[in-house]
């Protein structure tokens, strides 16, 4: 019954286990061994009268023969193992085992395996080293050396791998070479349903501390036989019998074609290396690979998974792809390594031939949707994946997109930054290859781009980019975002752009690493010096920034964080966003990073009229009208115009009609005087002022190089000068170009100016007329005396006085009565003086205001402060600035000024105040209530005003404070030079100067009489009404019970 053979064959296994001599003698050993051959070659005797009672193992009669006569009682003794084999799944478990032991005898000894032996006896004699005791070893050479054997033994031998691919133990090469390695990788995994390749084949692909000791000798065993797995559906057991119904269903036709192959044909005469230009193979998984979305069982498609994660590690195990590349492997990447041939496809994916284009795209597309299908990528990034997306499932796409919007971080792990760029400058090449495009973007692309798509390679995506602002559906959105900033992070991952700036990368920025935006920004400062189609392609990619936050690498690596502080109601997408947070760029909450990027974009966007969206929007066909010239350049769109454009519409704003494209504008003009190095021109122009005179300014924003330079007006070279003195002049137009002014008079602005319109310099005026009230807060205050400043140097600073007194300014120039130009403040100074001769009724207002504000505070006269400061220090020095105080401070210390000019201006303002109670400052302060008074109809022109007051001078109700304030005018002149009142005029004063009781008094009375009748009607009517009431249902209560009363 064979016991004995097995016992010595046995006591040879312990032995040598224990690694001591052999105790069975070789002549004998030789006889056992020819014994179990001759046993299992026999096959397996159903007779139960058959004297032959020995078994391939013990205990496989018993075990096996229920099954036997089930499944397999037609075939002949020779065959029954064969047919248990085939249907293994089906045998009882006791049966099931027996088979095992069995394959286990034929893998430690091929020649225990009849057909394989008869078949490939012949092959094994010639073949150099193969002539091995090692168990396994014989049946390891035949199949090294497939491709050379005879057909015979080429088919058997496929037979045998079809069985051996369940179990790894069934392949004793590999599993005596790994043994260290199932240990230490895999030692909690059960052996069967080929669990244990896989797990290796996974370890050998990580490089953990677990797999550093992962053996070569082993790697390459386990390389290669995951490789042959995947060659054919058959040899893959997860698939064979996981995806059996799916593979009937979906790709019965590839099987069918297959399974008649010989395997000669199926495999052809190569393929030792992993090279199938000839052959057939792999179709059946090439079909489940491109029905993979419609593979019903789950366990199929994790068994499809495998294989496409296999196939993406090493190429060469899609033996589809690799006929189907045969030529443009070795044309395009014959150095490449193993694990980069996808890699070095993908980048060429315009070159490649229809049919590989078709494997490579088919391959990379279903890397696409999951992470884990990248496993070079994956193992890479898998500490990045617990750092920065713990919160994302480790499959599907999501979690590659989380890594690569994470991937711009400082600390990002840097070899999962290098594995994601490698792996997205390869996918860039076709929309096929970005999941989330090739998911949502097809409708988009039917509408604006179907004859690019039908083309593949990266034209599709070029057309979407070009499209991007018109692109609709949200998924699609969300992806080419994703995609578009990725391109202005790294010029690299823009195919289109760093194709056609390639040269001048080269020429301008060669020693400059991709990444952060560098090139783009480096190209940027080339601007002028860049070929026509880099400069086009640059210029899209800036104008795609600035109409939209999101695309902007840099704005959402350092300004993201903001939005929820700053802009919380606005979108990520779209152009609001960066405009919210430029408004907000002085805030406390916005960072140095945040502020450095947006200052950044907002100067691209100053330098190029095309650059603003809304400008453009609603100021195109102004700007085209009004600056025909600026318009033409600027429309050529390649980063030339340098601003010239925006700045002429600026200067031209009066011209404009449009509310729309005035307010837009009005941002604009904000930014620039907020910050005039945003105007390339006034960089270029006051650069060597700024190194002189302005070199220790360090921050922008709030006006500071402007100021700086407007303060050394007179020294700097002629086009700084003018450029400095327009944009003051635009500055004060608008209380919101000063924005620390805007900022600290907010309150002041609301309490004293409630119904006042911002713009046109009223919102100022307002406030400069209110800026010595006692509720004036101190920090405004100080602000507005700066401002003040400004504005008595030039007309210019004065928006509403060089309007309003445009033609009266003419005439007197005219008549040359205006002095001297170097003056400061001549056209001022000219307008206050002549007064008298100045017809138009707003000039006259205009002057009257600027009178009223020099009354109050010396410094709002021209020159005043500069000319007298040594005598008000010596004079004045404890005196406050403002309400008139150092003006009569002045006055009453006339003798004593020293500087001439100082004298003159102390008389002219003296002479000024003196005859108008209207701009005299303390008679408006101290003589409000007494106008209101004695004088509230009186003109303000000719003395009028002032002559009345002096009338009403010994009135009982007169104040001693407004008396002081006349007593210093020339109240009496005022008093002579008054016209007479006709008869009806004081006539007209009596009645509106009469009393309440005067007016009222007899409707008065008769509303008195009428409501004490109407009273006394009321309480009557009510008194009466009551005792009735009681009259009527009055009653007694007993005196024993006096709550029923109550009740």
């Not at 076709?430 to 999941?435: E, N, Q, T």
């Not at 430029?582 to 450095?596: I, P, R, V």
């Not at 137009?733 to 609301?750: G, P, T």
Request: proline share 3%; charged share 25%; with cysteine.
């Amino acid at each position: 019954d064979g016991r004995l053979a097995r016992c010595l064959r046995q006591a040879d296994r312990a032995a040598k286990a224990r690694k001591e001599a052999l105790p069975v003698p070789q002549a004998c050993r030789g006889q056992v061994m020819e014994f179990f051959v001759k046993l299992f070659h026999s096959g397996i005797n159903t007779s139960s009268s058959s004297l032959v009672r020995a078994e391939p193992v013990e205990g496989f009669r018993a075990a096996c023969m229920e099954d036997i006569l089930t499944m397999c009682r037609s075939r002949p003794d020779v065959l029954v193992m064969g047919c248990l084999k085939a249907k293994k799944s089906q045998l009882s478990s006791d049966c099931k085992e027996k088979v095992f032991a069995v394959q286990i005898n034929q893998a430690q000894n091929y020649s225990l395996d009849a057909p394989l032996f008869i078949a490939c006896k012949a092959d094994i004699t010639g073949l150099k080293g193969c002539q091995t005791s090692v168990p396994g070893g014989r049946l390891a050479c035949l199949k090294g050396h497939r491709t050379s054997v005879s057909d015979a033994c080429k088919q058997e031998l496929f037979r045998r791998e079809q069985q051996d691919s369940e179990d790894i133990r069934l392949n004793q090469d590999v599993l005596s070479t790994c043994k260290a390695e199932i240990q230490t990788s895999c030692k909690d995994l059960e052996f069967g349903e080929a669990r244990m390749l896989k797990c290796l084949w996974d370890a050998s692909a990580r490089r953990t501390a677990l797999t550093a000791s992962f053996s070569q000798r082993c790697r390459e065993k386990v390389h290669n036989l995951t490789m042959r797995s995947v060659s054919d559906y058959r040899l893959d057991f997860r698939v064979r019998t996981r995806c059996d119904k799916d593979i009937d269903e979906l790709c019965g036709k590839e099987k069918e074609a297959v399974d008649r192959l010989s395997i000669a044909d199926l495999f052809g005469n190569d393929g030792q290396q992993g090279f199938f230009s000839e052959g057939q193979s792999g179709q059946v998984l090439r079909c489940l690979k491109s029905n993979y979305l419609k593979v019903k069982k789950m366990m199929c498609r994790e068994a499809v998974m495998q294989v496409i994660r296999i196939q993406a590690a090493h190429a060469a195990a899609d033996p589809v792809l690799m006929r189907s590349c045969n030529w443009d492997l070795s044309t395009h990447c014959q150095g490449s390594k193993p694990g980069e041939v996808h890699s070095c496809l993908r980048k060429k994916m315009n070159e490649l031939s229809l049919e590989c284009r078709e494997e490579e795209l088919l391959q990379g597309a279903l890397e696409a949707t999951d992470i884990t299908l990248k496993p070079r990528l994956f193992y890479a990034c898998k500490h990045a994946m617990g750092q920065f997306c713990q919160d994302i499932s480790p499959g599907g796409a999501k979690m590659y997109q989380c890594l690569q919007d994470n991937r711009v971080k400082s600390d990002f792990p840097s070899g999962c930054k290098q594995a994601i760029l490698n792996d997205l400058e390869a996918s860039n090449n076709d929309w096929r290859l970005k999941f989330g495009i090739s998911e949502h973007c097809k409708p988009e692309m039917e509408r604006m781009c179907k004859h690019p798509m039908n083309q593949g390679g990266g034209q599709a995506l070029a057309c979407l980019k070009k499209h991007y602002l018109n692109v609709t559906v949200e998924g699609c959105k969300q992806a080419l975002t994703r995609y578009v900033r990725q391109g202005t992070e790294n010029i690299k991952l823009a195919p289109r752009v760093f194709d056609q700036c390639q040269g001048d990368v080269q020429r301008h920025c060669k020693d400059v690493q991709p990444g952060s935006g560098r090139v783009h920004d480096c190209l940027y400062k080339h601007n002028k010096e860049l070929s026509a189609e880099c400069a086009k392609a640059e210029f899209h990619n800036e104008m795609l920034q600035t109409h939209d936050f999101g695309v902007s690498s840099g704005l959402v690596r350092h300004c993201k964080g903001l939005r929820q502080k700053l802009c919380p109601d606005i979108p990520m997408q779209g152009s609001q966003l960066l405009t919210c947070m430029q408004d907000h760029m002085n805030d406390e909450a916005m960072t140095t990073d945040c502020k450095h990027e947006l200052t950044k974009h907002m100067g691209r966007q100053h330098a190029d009229f095309f650059l603003n969206p809304l400008v453009k929007k609603f100021c195109n066909e102004t700007a085209r009208q009004i600056c025909p010239s600026e318009f033409k350049k600027a429309q050529l769109r390649d980063l030339t115009s340098n601003g010239e454009l925006l700045t002429c519409i600026m200067k031209k704003r009066s011209l404009i009609n449009n509310t729309n494209c005035k307010n837009a504008l009005l941002k604009k003009e904000h930014q620039r005087v907020s910050d005039i190095l945003l105007a390339p021109a006034t960089t270029n122009l006051c650069r060597s002022d700024i190194q002189k005179f302005c070199s220790s300014v360090r921050s922008r924003g709030m006006g500071e190089t402007r100021k700086c330079l407007a303060a050394h007006m007179k020294n700097l070279t002629d086009g700084c000068s003018k450029t400095v003195m327009d944009y003051t002049e635009m500055a004060s137009e608008d209380v919101r170009f000063k924005a620390k002014l805007y900022n600290l008079c907010k309150a002041a602005s609301k309490s004293f100016c409630p119904d006042i319109k911002v713009g046109g310099g009223r919102m100022m005026n307002c406030l400069l007329d209110h800026m010595h009230n006692s509720e004036m807060h101190s920090h405004c205050r100080d602000e507005l005396v700066e401002e003040q400043t400004w504005r008595s140097k030039n007309i210019r600073f004065n928006p509403i006085l060089k309007t309003s007194c445009k033609s009266d300014i003419m005439k007197l120039l005219g008549e040359q009565k205006c002095g001297n130009p170097s003056v400061e403040g001549w056209k001022i100074n000219c307008l206050t003086k002549h007064r008298s001769e100045l017809t138009a009724p707003a000039c006259k207002t205009a002057v009257t205001g600027i009178l009223k504000r020099q009354s109050a505070d010396y410094r709002a006269v021209p020159g005043m402060e500069r000319s007298c400061k040594k005598d008000v220090e010596r004079l004045c020095n404890t005196t406050g600035l403002g309400r008139g105080k150092i003006h009569a401070c002045l006055r009453e210390q006339e003798q004593k000024i020293t500087d001439p000019v100082c004298k003159k201006m102390v008389n002219r303002t003296h002479e000024v105040d003196k005859q108008s109670a209207t701009i005299n400052y303390n008679v408006r302060k101290n003589c409000y209530n007494e106008r209101q008074a004695f004088c509230k109809d009186a003109p303000s022109g000719q003395m009028v005003l002032l002559g009345c007051l002096a009338a009403n001078m010994n009135e009982t109700h007169f104040s001693d404070a407004c008396r002081e304030a006349l007593a210093k005018t020339n109240f009496k002149k005022a008093l002579v030079k008054a016209p007479t009142l006709s008869v009806a005029h004081l006539k007209h004063l009596l009645r509106e100067n009469r009393g309440i009781v005067e007016k009222y008094g007899p409707i008065l009375l008769g509303g008195t009489v009428a409501f004490v009748i109407l009273c006394g009607f009321v309480i009557s009517y009510f008194v009466i009404k009551r005792k009735r009431l009681f009259t009527i249902y009055g009653s007694v209560a007993p005196r024993d019970q006096p709550e029923d009363l109550e009740r």
